[in-house]
């Protein structure tokens, strides 16, 4: 979705010492830090270049991060338990030491 590739990637390994402590779930920083279903409305919104993701806001917290919760881990099961590959195009946007 992100045609702009605006978007890197890092492990959180890479960015603790940013990051507040015993983080286990998605990440995102633009114009703040966003954590759990934030980051997840958030990296859709700037990979579309549209705010129309937003309207999830709506929506209570506590509920989208028990559905982000629910969602991350099963996301195995979800998926059948294929693993993807990483597009080429999308790797080079990973940052690593």
Same mark, same amino acid.
């Given at each position: 979705?992100d045609?702009? $590739? +605006?978007?890197?990637?890092? !492990?959180? +390994?890479?960015? $603790?010492?940013?990051?507040? #402590? =015993?983080?286990?779930?998605? @990440?995102?920083?633009s114009?703040?830090?966003?954590i759990?279903? %934030?980051? @997840?409305? $958030? @990296?859709?919104? %700037?990979?579309?270049?549209?705010?129309?993701?937003?309207?999830? #806001?709506?929506?209570?917290?506590?509920?989208? =991060?028990r559905?982000?919760?629910?969602?991350?881990?099963?996301?195995?099961?979800l =998926?059948k338990? %294929? !693993?993807? $590959?990483?597009?080429? #195009? @999308?790797? +080079?946007?990973?940052? !690593?030491?």
């Open positions: 979705m045609r702009r $590739e +605006k978007i890197y990637f890092a !492990s959180i +390994k890479e960015l $603790e010492d940013i990051l507040p #402590k =015993n983080i286990d779930s998605a @990440v995102y920083y114009d703040d830090l966003y759990r279903s %934030d980051a @997840v409305i $958030e @990296v859709l919104n %700037d990979a579309t270049n549209t705010r129309v993701f937003s309207v999830i #806001k709506v929506m209570p917290e506590f509920f989208r =991060n559905l982000y919760d629910f969602i991350a881990g099963n996301r195995h099961r =998926n338990g %294929d !693993s993807c $590959e990483i597009n080429p #195009k @999308v790797r +080079k946007r990973i940052i !690593s030491s």
